[in-house]
């Protein structure tokens, strides 16, 4: 966790924590979902970038938690519990799950983006979270940049500006 004026930087495949004054922002939400989960009264937020829907199909010897929505979710609430955050003042801010490639056959093999959103969601429903704001779907990228001091998240999208939420 950072202090005054800082930008924590959040990786694909990663999850980390900020508190206060300050930003914490990830890049390159493709298929990705960018997902922030907020204590208002602590100004504490956390941010998963979500790659895949679900661990349970992975050959990976180690799992990295932060890569897979039905683990990234559950481990960044522990982790902003471990803060001192409590889950029932949690609220969740997304942006992310485009479709990036069209996919000829339907399959779902290539909807990443929409099966990541539906990972996500369901997590969410789970621990009883709120989404208060969301950026879902479309084919472009983005970056997004929380503010905890404020609650604000800016989402910059590919030719298509900056919006607020």
């Known amino acids: 966790m ?3 004026d800082s930008v924590v930087k959040v990786g694909i495949a990663d999850m980390k924590l900020v508190r206060d004054e300050g930003s914490i922002r990830t890049t390159g939400l493709g298929s990705c979902v960018g997902l922030v989960l907020y204590d208002g009264r602590l100004r504490l937020a956390g941010m998963a970038h979500v790659m895949l829907p679900d661990s349970s199909f992975t050959k ?3 799992i990295n938690p932060g890569k897979y929505a039905d683990l990234a979710i559950p481990g960044l609430v522990a982790l902003l ?3 001192g955050a409590d889950t029932s003042r949690l609220v969740c801010k997304m942006a992310g799950g485009a479709q990036m490639f069209q996919a000829a056959s339907g399959s779902d093999i290539m909807r990443i983006g929409p ?3 539906e990972a996500v969601k369901e997590q969410l429903h ?9 950026d879902l ?4 990228g ?4 929380f503010f905890p001091e404020t609650g604000m998240m800016h989402v910059r ?4 500006g900056t919006k607020e939420m």
């Open 126 to 134: 789970k621990l009883n979270i709120s989404i208060i704001a969301e």
């Open 2 to 4: 950072m202090g005054t």
């Open 142 to 145: 983005r970056t997004i940049e």
């Open 115 to 117: 099966r990541n959103v």
């Open 157 to 160: 999208t590919v030719y298509a």
């Open 137 to 140: 779907g479309g084919n472009k």
């Open 81 to 83: 519990n471990r803060h």
């Open 60 to 62: 990976e010897a180690t």
